[in-house]
């Protein structure tokens, strides 16, 4: 990845966004590969903002069916007279989401993701869980855990009008600039467990300082 220069075709077509973030930021994006698992709305808008921001691949995993839910809920999910019996989400919505930029690759993921090994996710620099149980959530973010690379975790659903997030990006550096310095930072985010045990036990300063942690890092960009 170091080392590697955007081609004449991604400058081109990234031109606008290299003018926010820069080159640099670019071409790190564009070589990221990230896993998703559960397309519904909220998860159908990620989807479409990362492939046009231009990130390597993208693979979707959702072995459900489509349902008239499902339709309200997803634009990625064409009309389709007769129905969709014959495709599963994750399919259906890979169709879509190629169209919005060739230059990414968009691929589906057949299995149930809790059975996978912490060797799939290893090949994964993202991986973004919805609609799966407490249990899957915890086992996958340990799994990312346990590999010897950094892969962020997070875990998005929606509920009627309320929403909730989790993120783990385990141990995160960054730099800031103050002035004429520049000082690093290190960010050590809790596990899926950790953050459960903590909500059980009310420990309300704990969350005040992830609460910080993430300000620090949304501030930092």
């Known amino acids: 990845m170091e080392g590697e220069e955007l081609t004449e075709q991604e400058t081109a077509l990234y031109d606008r966004q290299i003018r926010v973030w820069g080159a640099d930021a670019q071409r790190r994006l ?20 990362i492939v046009l921001a231009g990130i390597g691949s993208l693979t979707l995993m959702d072995n459900r069916v489509v349902t008239e839910e499902a339709l309200n809920a ?79 975790f997070y875990t998005v659903d929606c509920r009627d009008s309320c929403g909730e997030i989790f993120v783990d990006l385990q141990n995160y550096k960054y730099t800031k600039k103050k002035l004429e310095e520049t000082f690093e930072y290190e960010l050590a985010f809790p596990s899926f467990e950790n953050m459960r045990l903590l909500g059980r036990t009310g420990c309300s300063g704990s969350w005040i300082k992830v609460v910080s942690f993430l300000s620090n890092l949304i501030t930092s960009t």
């Open 30 to 49: 564009s070589k990221s590969h990230i896993l998703v698992c559960g397309m519904k709305g909220t998860i159908a808008e990620f989807c479409k903002n």
């Open 74 to 152: 997803n634009f990625l999910i064409p009309p389709k007279e007769g129905g969709y019996s014959e495709k599963t989400l994750a399919e259906i919505c890979c169709d879509s989401l190629k169209e919005f930029n060739p230059m990414v690759r968009v691929s589906v993921e057949k299995g149930e993701l809790s059975t996978f090994g912490a060797e799939f996710f290893d090949k994964f620099d993202v991986v973004v869980v919805s609609c799966c149980s407490l249990a899957t959530k915890k086992s996958v973010n340990e799994k990312c855990r346990k590999l010897s690379k950094r892969v962020a």
